[in-house]
């Protein structure tokens, strides 16, 4: 006997439903529970074995599809308590693939939700860009050019990754819920506070310019005390004018050294980027010419090494690395040599 088209068509916008509810479902946990949503979704598995089948062969799409987890690191930037633009293409996609799962399913699941999430953010800046985040506590963050971050506030703490480059942030007070940055594995965490964190390619650096923070190595190495009876938890404190870098290097041991005070030249000097200057005060060349470059996509490159450590100072624009290369060529005999998106700079032949 062949099938009632009727019935067959009752079945498919069945089906349909189901699929379309255990989409909404998946993003919903993918955003996070509260644990009323997870009641909920626990008696909407147990009500018909299908629900957990399409469930399940729609979150198997997603992770193979490289969406699993938190998700965090692949979206652009979101807003809180709104479904984000991006979700129901990739639900589709994943609806797609899990048409090969709809003969597998499960009776029923154990779901382990993720912590509530309140709001999420993902936010960078362009070569020679800045960018101020305002946040929904009243924390702000400024991004310096190049620099990433991925915002998630939940319940308990409010947390930052910084991915790449360097971030200021100005912490609003909440005692019984920290933020924390996190930047390759080192934690910087705070109350409220003010504070500068630089991601470089062996270090960290931290500097505080108002009110306190602890600093907590990389989980993955062992910390080294140094003339002290006990590491600390915290690893090490920083008040309002002090520093710590902490070495990123594989062989390098992460020490519990102490912070450095920093006079206020200095932190001025480290800061002026916020201005769009960059600061120099018997800065080595070397260390000048990274700095332009971070601002810029036209390359300074010293083609000769014994000027690598010769020191120089001065104020300039953060994009005006021309001004100082015509400084080196009048006052320094040093000769640059102009191409297209590169500039050497080579000291003049006695």
């Avoid at 924390?180 to 470089?200: E, K, P, S, W, Y």
Wanted: with cysteine; hydrophobic share 45%; proline share 7%.
């Amino acid at each position: 006997m062949s099938p009632n088209p009727r019935n067959q068509m009752n079945a498919d916008a069945e089906l349909n439903a189901i699929e379309t509810t255990a989409a909404d479902w998946l993003v919903r946990r993918d955003r996070g529970f509260t644990p009323a949503q997870e009641r909920e979704f626990s008696r909407w598995l147990a009500c018909d074995a299908r629900h957990a089948a399409m469930f399940e062969a729609l979150d198997t799409a997603w992770v193979l599809m490289g969406e699993g987890g938190s998700g965090a690191a692949a979206r652009t930037i979101q807003t809180p308590r709104r479904v984000i633009p991006w979700w129901p293409t990739m639900v589709a996609a994943a609806a797609a693939i899990a048409v090969g799962f709809a003969g597998w399913s499960r009776a029923s699941r154990n779901v382990s939700p993720r912590p509530a999430v309140e709001y999420e953010l993902t936010a960078a800046t362009d070569v020679g860009d800045l960018r101020k985040v305002d946040l929904p506590d009243g924390s702000v963050i400024q991004l310096n050019t190049g620099s990433a971050v991925v915002v998630r506030y939940e319940p308990h703490e409010r947390r930052v990754r910084l991915t790449r480059g360097e971030a200021y942030f100005t912490v609003a007070k909440n005692p019984g819920r920290p933020f924390i940055v996190n930047a390759a594995g080192v934690d910087v965490r705070v109350m409220g506070t003010v504070f500068n964190v630089r991601l470089r390619a062996d270090t960290v650096d931290v500097l505080v310019t108002e009110g306190k923070v602890s600093v907590q190595p990389p989980s993955r190495e062992k910390v080294i005390p140094t003339a002290m009876p006990a590491v600390p938890t915290s690893w090490a404190e920083l008040t309002a004018g002090q520093k710590l870098s902490v070495d990123l290097r594989p062989a390098a041991p992460v020490v519990a050294a102490q912070p450095v005070p920093v006079p206020a030249a200095a932190i001025r000097q480290t800061l002026a980027w916020q201005e769009r200057r960059l600061e120099f005060d018997a800065t080595p060349l070397a260390e000048i010419v990274m700095e332009f470059n971070r601002h810029t996509r036209h390359e300074l490159v010293i083609a000769d090494e014994r000027l690598r450590a010769v020191r120089f100072g001065g104020s300039f624009p953060v994009a005006d690395y021309e001004t100082f290369v015509r400084m080196l060529e009048k006052d320094f005999g040093i000769v640059a040599e102009r191409r297209e998106r590169r500039t050497f700079l080579r000291q003049r032949s006695p």
